[in-house]
């Protein structure tokens, strides 16, 4: 099985950014049948999706993983569902802020992931690590990577699973912070990931891609 | 112009529903060129959607005010999106549970609200009456009724605009919980619905659809 | 009976102070047995305390209810105990900051409200006010003046209950943030202070300075 | 120098104490000159502070550090001030409940921690462990052993240093609510543990007690 896992660069005022350190720290255990393939992606509205894109082409994955930060969540927060919406609080890193705009015009107004997210859950909290199903991924750039992706994928009809999971701030982001942030450990992050991984693999969701997660 | 109001009698712990109250109380101001029709709806998974629907039916409304009770949000909390997703956490006024289920099996992922809510935002904000754009309207009865709704008014191609509006919980739910519930009073829903009612009569707003809000 | 009312000018990013312009509103019931002196205090480390003392001394009153603005609160928070703790997280009107300071060196660590905060609690719960008694007045100028106070009325021994009143924002100004700041209006701000002021009134608790309320 | 380590059983609907588990799974790293007693408390209103007296006086400890748990706090929260008050919201582990009473009779309104809590809240930041200084413990049972305790030593004159920790969750605790809880590992807590002892056995703070934080 061959699975892509993409994270984001650092934005606004964050340092870090725990998609970026759990992409890159991970790897797959001995004797997994599976390629990994990373794709940092960078906090531009016009170059993450593109690159995003390329990554989908070059490794042909068969599942996606997508990975983002979201200050001041407390749980691993596996995304529902993602909108035909742009609307940028903060200006991404190019200095681009975007209000009320559709991210496909005429696209659907939304996606579900396809990833077996009540799976994830029930697997992530029996193993400890705190995680949520979540209604919203924003109106950012990780929904906006997150819509552009599926709707890629629906158009050209890839045989592969995706979706969007949201990270809460590293314990050194919220040691920086004044404010209450609560975090989840790297170690965390990555117990979590390989908790997801195993989940994709296993022959009875690995292999059929639900109308219906 | 001919305006349906909905709203929600009490579920769950709640003794009031907001949206109940509003509904109820409101009526336009004299001379309005404007007729007002009301339906409270019952928090019952199989009743809500169709007693909605045989209201848009009777009354032939060009636009769809409902609304609804979210404990713990502290503006009025204009809805983006409704999505193809029901997952209770409580059951409903039945007794009825629901998990990980479609609302309309096939149906499109989610639908945007057609009112114009970046309108209401600002003159909400302008008249002191706290508001905000929600991107998620949950996935217990509020969500369901406004997808139902959305997507009765796609299939059918009828001419109306239409959305929903969550209130926050009235000052004497908060005053008898024990938690720190923020509050909104019935003036001040009052004050809204009419800003709101006043946005949709606006010429420009009021007749013509506009492909994307 | 005597009452002095103490409000605050806006500091910080508020353009207003709910305590200001509660108490610059209030104006008892005819024929009410009682005396308002009013006091707005500066955002100054320095001249708050010295104008409240100078208050305290002009006006000789039975009772003093103190008020200032807690941004984020969702509830009046009758405030339990005033701590001798300067530890300022924003400056000041006059661009003070203080950390891990005393407010009276050598003074006691802390006092409690002589105010009947438990009787207003039930009060104006009862009537729909959202009150809730609070455990902490923070550690900037309203702790400070709270402080103060109690300390001058203790070491003089002085015949008057005092305390301090925490309001939420009002909606004006939670209309103004992007975040979902909690808000009450100020007809709920005088309402509720005419139920504390009638709960001071009561001649059980009026005349009679309990030694634990 | 020999410290005491306190910590609480569970209590609630909690069937874990980070607490008790932080202070049973310390050990001291070797060769440091350092004597560890542990003392676990019962949820018992009228045995904890009789349990943590009595440990007093067994171990003659140089610094006391208490530890409990405060479900919903995002960082370890170092506590400044123990009040005399007594209000239960939920029921200690006997059935008790307490409202609006003194812990001491004409005890003095409050104790300050003696603990370097500024000092430890640096070093634990800048080790990337999230903490922060709370201005309030409650007013359960924790606050009640950390008052009790306090009083204890200042009116025997006890040469040593005592103060509160509040915990967050451990992630298992989070993963069984459907809220969203912020939580810590018991690692991290382990590493701030170590940090605060380190703190206190630095000579120019180990020596002396100081007049203030």
């Given at each position: 099985m061959k699975i892509l896992l993409t994270g984001f660069e650092p934005f606004g005022e964050?340092?870090?950014?725990p998609s970026q350190l759990l992409v890159n720290a991970y790897s797959p255990p001995a004797l997994a049948e599976i390629t990994i393939s990373k794709q940092i992606l960078p906090v531009d509205h016009d170059q993450a999706p593109k690159v995003l894109m390329t990554a989908l082409q070059d490794h042909q994955p068969d599942a996606v993983l997508s990975f983002g930060l979201a200050l001041g969540r407390a749980k691993i927060s596996l995304e529902k569902v993602a909108i035909n919406f742009k609307d940028y609080r903060i200006p991404d890193n190019t200095g681009i802020t975007l209000q009320d705009?559709?991210?496909?015009?005429?696209?659907?107004?939304a996606y579900f992931s396809t990833l077996p997210i009540r799976d994830f859950l029930t697997k992530l909290n029996e193993a400890d690590i705190p995680a949520e199903i979540s209604l919203t991924a924003g109106s950012y750039l990780c929904n906006q990577v997150f819509y552009s992706m599926m709707h890629h994928i629906a158009i050209k009809d890839l045989p592969m699973r995706a979706g969007f999971v949201h990270l809460p701030a590293l314990p050194k982001q919220a040691a920086q912070s004044a404010k209450p942030v609560p975090s989840m450990s790297l170690e965390q992050d990555l117990q979590g990931l390989q908790i997801m991984i195993d989940a994709l693999m296993e022959p009875a969701i690995g292999q059929n891609l639900p109308a219906y997660p």
């Amino acid at each position: 099985m061959k699975i892509l896992l993409t994270g984001f660069e650092p934005f606004g005022e964050s340092l870090f950014n725990p998609s970026q350190l759990l992409v890159n720290a991970y790897s797959p255990p001995a004797l997994a049948e599976i390629t990994i393939s990373k794709q940092i992606l960078p906090v531009d509205h016009d170059q993450a999706p593109k690159v995003l894109m390329t990554a989908l082409q070059d490794h042909q994955p068969d599942a996606v993983l997508s990975f983002g930060l979201a200050l001041g969540r407390a749980k691993i927060s596996l995304e529902k569902v993602a909108i035909n919406f742009k609307d940028y609080r903060i200006p991404d890193n190019t200095g681009i802020t975007l209000q009320d705009q559709p991210i496909v015009v005429d696209g659907p107004a939304a996606y579900f992931s396809t990833l077996p997210i009540r799976d994830f859950l029930t697997k992530l909290n029996e193993a400890d690590i705190p995680a949520e199903i979540s209604l919203t991924a924003g109106s950012y750039l990780c929904n906006q990577v997150f819509y552009s992706m599926m709707h890629h994928i629906a158009i050209k009809d890839l045989p592969m699973r995706a979706g969007f999971v949201h990270l809460p701030a590293l314990p050194k982001q919220a040691a920086q912070s004044a404010k209450p942030v609560p975090s989840m450990s790297l170690e965390q992050d990555l117990q979590g990931l390989q908790i997801m991984i195993d989940a994709l693999m296993e022959p009875a969701i690995g292999q059929n891609l639900p109308a219906y997660p």
